[in-house]
């Protein structure tokens, strides 16, 4: 294990993440929040001298990076970021324990828009940013941001670990033949999408601060709101505006840079866009068939049937409506939904849709080889063959996930809620969504549970927003063996 490295590494992370946090600063010396530019400060002050030490004791290590250094060096990176960016939440008083604060800004990097606090419109407005912001910084990845920017840094092999490490999907692939390239690539996309939204935002008459913390949440695919009831109040045109963003931000970013190349029959051809595209659809009609009853009008029906298609597929979690009234066939598609998840590649939780599509081609060559011993049977997709590798990870990935799923809802459990709740509640946090059901439904949080259960759930949402093996490694032995 290169030691050195991961430190330097980690260094250069914090480094960062004090410069994310300078502008959430400025918000709370600009609105004359004298405790959240307090706390900002401290904190800032804490991050600087951390990154100082750490870059002093590794600034010599070898450029030797390999899988194992690439997984723990996410999972590290992402847990230090967040007990270091949960400290302005109680240094300023705005959330009463350090446990409530992690699981908050964990909810927020990891884009899961799981939240303890109850009046989100009473938050100093630096800190109402920084709980956005998190969502941006966590939904294409900041690793990914500092590989996009930073010269040289330990070679193609470096880079190459850690994109896999923390990118979404089965298999990471090159947009260019250099992996800096496509990082910086992925979020010039990013950037330009979220900027399309804030100014689709704003000519619908928002505030320029809350008009960023929406564009925020959406991209990230977060869904911290700004407002008690997310948007719930907002205008018709907003709520459309977030459906259709949040929709294209669930879609494999390669898809883009496609159409910017002009190849439109690969885009179209795509398996992934095209399974993603027509759960989104067939769900938007099956629920407007179902819930008609409950609004006035047709485009009422519609508009919020679509929204919370859209907000659940994508793991955003932003909501209009309080869907958890709904009927049960509604409410089943939504929890169905929740696991399904986005594409690869795209700021999305969840299995992912081209991890679903292979489960289901693997388990259909099975059956055919069963009856056809003697064959050999391939699963193909976008007419390529599918490494068996590939294939083998995606069996084991699910696995993992059915067992973590079992055991999250079993240690929840013990806090007295109903199945119902528990069961939503790990969904919700696992797969990066947010809002459950029952007791942790749209209109709710999940303050009422222990401090057993917040970890739990944190570390259930680190472990579904990092695709679950970096988190897993960190906890086996011979991961931190010396070669």
Known sequence: MNYKMMGRFIAQIVAVEAVFMIPALAISLGYGEWAAVKAFAITLGIMLCLS??????CRRAEKLFG???GLACVALSWMVMSLLGALPFVLCGQVSNYIDALFEIISGFTTTGAS??????G???GILYWRSFSHWIGGMGVLVFLLAILPGGGGSGFTMHLLRAESPGPDVGKLVPKMRQTASILYVIY???TILNVIFLLFGKMHWLNALCTAFGTAGTGGFGVFNDSLGNVSPYIQNVTTVFMFLFGVNFSCYYLLLLGKLRSVFKDEELRLYVGLVVASILAIVLNIRPLYATLEETVRHAAFQV???MTTTGYTTTDYDL?????????LMLMMVGACAGSTGGGLKCIRVLLLFKALRRNIRQILNPRKVLVVRSNDKVVDEKVLANTNAYFAAYVIILVVCTLILSLDGFNLETNLSATIATFNNIGPGMAAVGPTCNFAAYSTLSKLTMSLAMLAGRLEIFPILILFSRGTWRRK
């Open 123 to 125: 938050l100093y407005k």
């Open 116 to 121: 303890v606090i109850s009046n989100v419109e």
């Open 310 to 312: 859209s907000s659940i």
């Open 52 to 57: 100082g030490i750490f870059y002093a004791l």
């Open 67 to 69: 899988a194992r250094e």
């Open 326 to 334: 709904w009927p049960a066939f509604s409410k089943a598609i939504l």
């Open 191 to 193: 950037i330009a999408l």
